[in-house]
């Protein structure tokens, strides 16, 4: 009796720790923006490409499921979503390297 008590406050602790993770993830990066809005503006512009990547990919992506597919228990909508995914990793992948390659180029003719 004594040692299930002590597992159940354990994890009632560990998810009121946890809570406290989640709030503090959240509430310090706000307090960050709101005081300091020149880096808010650059980290909402980059969240914002971030979002217009994944539409773009969720708009190309197909959502057919394949006969192999249904024994894991793909849905269209998961295809969906599995093939923006896949298509996001690909556009960040090669603009990556793109800018990478360009910042290169770039810092080597200074």
């Known amino acids: ?4 008590f002590m597992i159940d ?3 009632y602790l560990a998810y009121a720790l946890f ?7 959240i509430g310090f990066p706000l307090v960050e923006m ?7 503006k650059k980290t909402l512009l980059s ?20 006969d192999s597919y249904q024994k894991f228990g793909i849905t269209a909508s998961s295809s969906k979503l599995i093939g923006a995914s896949l298509i996001m990793l690909y556009i960040t992948s090669i603009l990556t390297f793109v800018l990478l390659v360009v910042g290169e180029i ?5």
């Open 47 to 66: 969240v914002g490409s971030l979002v217009v990547i994944f539409g773009l990919s969720y708009v190309l992506s197909g959502n057919e499921v394949l």
């Open 19 to 25: 809570g406290v993770g989640v709030l503090a993830a």
């Open 106 to 110: 770039l810092s080597a003719l200074r």
């Open 1 to 4: 009796m004594g040692s299930d």
């Open 9 to 11: 406050a354990g994890l």
């Open 34 to 40: 709101v005081t300091n809005l020149e880096s808010a």
